[in-house]
């Protein structure tokens, strides 16, 4: 597949990542130099420096021969207008864009996007893909990354493994002895700087992050049996009155009203605005590093305190001086990469990416065939992949056993009706059920290439 990507940017430099490395073709358009050679000499892709709007730049990028465009440039307008034309000069058959301003997506102006109009195929707004992401983590406590899978029936968690674990040492071969009626797999370990796609002997150890897939229903006795019983935040701050905290105050106001929620912005004005947007939040201005600010927020008895900012260095201050003062529970939106490894140690619970976030959206709509999403785990970890078995496929009618998968790849879960099966070596799939699957980030293009035809995964 030939895709060229208009911005390369942090989410365009991962998108062209992931997908250069599953061997497309793939073509980078930014105005820098700089980062177009930085890029070039670190992934097997092309660069063109200019305009991603502008038509000559878009054919020298190659966009006669274009099978997808993907336009994540800072700009909203860039984006739009170079989707468009992709569409009307170059036929690139599908288009997507990142747009960031609310304003082009108010339900009043839906007709926007079509191709009778502004001809893109899927639109992304990061703010509110993330508030989403967010609003689905708080409710699962203990977990610091959560992601709904198969129409929500089927739940991915990541969490650490504490000291007071249960099932630390503890071979996974014995989990379903321990916990026979549990529907939970666990699919994938990271031990300091290893990835382990785990075999039935092996073992989570104490510090270990642990991903497992289990049904939406167990859930809780799941979480329980690695230790995190904790009940869902009922009192919460949020720090940061931008998009993204705003979308997370509405989502939580619509969606669980028994949750209080005060929001902390530090501009007055927007502060204001805010206030007006939501009537069943607290909105208290001023500055969430104020300890006097903290205290009228009554932080003492907050469970759960989220610093959605523009700014990663408040976002990560904000957290630790709530978690001082008595909040119990830290979410912080981090996007510069390198402060990712230092959350674990200065003791903040869970980090949100945008940028991984968006590139997991972004994923879902590149992949072809009878897949039904892909999420990007642990950034660069791997990648879950959820897909329809179709009864061509190799891996119908047959034990598991028998299956040659690629190395680094493992199947955590099946769905069948609204049952999840946990396989096991005798398991047998079945046409029309959902299966989901791990993969390393290594083994992605493998499985691509064993799947492209008898199971049309890809």
């Known amino acids: 597949m030939k895709v060229i990507i208009c911005g390369a940017g942090q989410v365009g430099f ?9 061997e497309n073709d793939v073509t980078l358009i930014d105005t820098e130099p700089r980062l177009i050679e930085q890029i070039s000499d670190t992934l097997d892709v092309q660069g063109v420096v200019g305009y991603a709007s502008h038509p000559d730049v878009l054919e020298q990028a190659g966009a006669r021969d274009a099978d ?10 860039v984006n739009m207008v170079a989707c468009q034309v992709a569409h009307a000069l170059f036929e690139v058959p599908r288009r997507i864009a990142r747009v960031r301003s609310q304003s082009y997506l108010q339900r009043g102006y839906a007709e926007l996007f079509n191709r009778q109009n502004m001809a893109i195929d899927e639109i992304i ?3 509110i893909e993330v508030a989403r992401a967010i609003a689905y983590r708080l409710g699962i406590p203990g977990a610091f990354d959560a992601i709904p899978l198969c129409d929500g029936r089927i739940t991915l968690v990541g969490l650490r493994c504490d000291e007071d674990c249960p099932v630390v040492d503890t071979p996974l071969r014995q989990l379903t002895e321990l916990f026979p009626d549990l529907a939970m797999s666990v699919v994938a370990i990271r031990r300091g700087e290893r990835d382990i796609v785990p075999s039935a002997e092996d073992q989570m150890l104490v510090g270990d992050e642990v991903y497992f897939v289990a049904d939406t229903r167990h859930l809780k006795r799941a979480l329980a049996a690695f230790g995190h019983e904790e009940p869902e935040a009922r009192r919460l701050i949020v720090v940061g009155g ?9 989502i939580l106001e619509q969606e669980s009203p028994g949750v209080e929620i005060k929001l902390i912005e530090i501009n007055r004005q927007r502060a204001e605005r805010v206030a007006r947007l939501l009537p069943g939040s607290v909105v208290i201005q001023g500055d969430a590093l104020d300890p006097e600010i903290l205290a009228e927020a009554n932080v003492k008895a907050t469970e759960t305190i989220v610093a959605v900012s523009n700014d990663d260095e408040v976002n990560i201050l904000a957290s630790l001086l709530a978690e001082r003062h008595g909040c119990k529970r ?11 490894s230092l959350i674990g ?15 997991s959206t972004i994923l879902q709509h590149v992949r072809r065939g009878r897949i039904r999403s892909v999420h990007s785990v642990g950034d660069g970890l791997g990648e879950i992949i959820e897909v329809d ?8 009618g047959r034990p598991l056993r028998e299956a040659k998968l690629p190395p680094g790849v493992l199947i955590g879960a099946i769905l069948r009706g609204d049952s999840m099966i946990v396989p096991r070596g005798d ?3 079945k046409p029309e059920d959902r299966v989901v699957m791990f993969a390393i980030a290594k083994s992605v293009p493998l499985i691509e290439k064993m799947f492209s035809v008898k199971l049309e995964f890809f």
């Open 14 to 22: 991962n998108i062209a990542r992931y997908l250069s490395r599953e």
């Open 389 to 396: 078995a179709l009864p061509t496929s190799a891996l119908v």
């Open 330 to 340: 830290s979410i912080a939106l981090i996007n510069k990469p390198v402060y990712g």
């Open 345 to 359: 140690q200065l003791g903040i619970d869970a980090v949100v990416s945008p940028r991984a976030i968006t590139v």
């Open 242 to 250: 931008g998009n993204i905290g705003t979308f997370l105050a509405e």
């Open 68 to 77: 997808l465009l993907i336009a994540v440039t800072h700009y909203d307008e």
């Open 125 to 127: 707004s990061p703010e």
């Open 427 to 429: 398991s047998v799939i």
